[in-house]
Nanobody
Framework: QVQLVESGGGLVQPGGSLRLSCAASGIISSIGAMGWYRQAPGKQRELVAGITSGRSTNYADSVKGRFTISRENAKNTMYLQMNSLKPEDTAVYYC???????????????WGQGTLVTVSS
């Protein structure tokens, strides 16, 4: 019922920048915490950055200082500004969100289909 759609991926040279967007749509209860994950070939999916509904943030050490996560709650949209990109940032980036059913004190976890970011010269 809730869908997440990522956009903004592509090919960029080392040192360049990209901004990823993730928009939630459909039948939504209440979007709580959201986050960006990434997965490179042969590696496990890892959390890149997370943000709560109150806009508290956390980052993986590998991206701290280079990436910035943000959200616009009224639009149910999340962003990831990626600067100073490195080849090791190459991965499929996935949007994740929690659709919170407040009356039941539980949530449904929703994933986007992913967008490919390739950092190469």
């Amino acid at each position: 019922q809730v869908q997440l759609v990522e956009s903004g991926g592509g090919l960029v040279q080392p040192g360049g920048s990209l901004r990823l967007s993730c928009a939630a749509s459909g039948i939504i209860s209440s979007i709580g915490a959201m986050g960006w994950y990434r997965q490179a070939p042969g590696k496990q999916r890892e959390l890149v950055a997370g943000i709560t509904s109150g806009r508290s943030t956390n980052y993986a050490d590998s991206v701290k200082g280079r990436f910035t996560i943000s959200r616009e709650n009224a639009k149910n949209t999340m962003y990831l500004q990626m600067n100073s990109l490195k080849p090791e940032d190459t991965a499929v980036y996935y949007c994740n969100a929690r659709d919170v059913v407040r009356a039941l004190y539980k949530y449904r976890e929703v994933w986007g289909q992913g967008t490919l970011v390739t950092v190469s010269s």
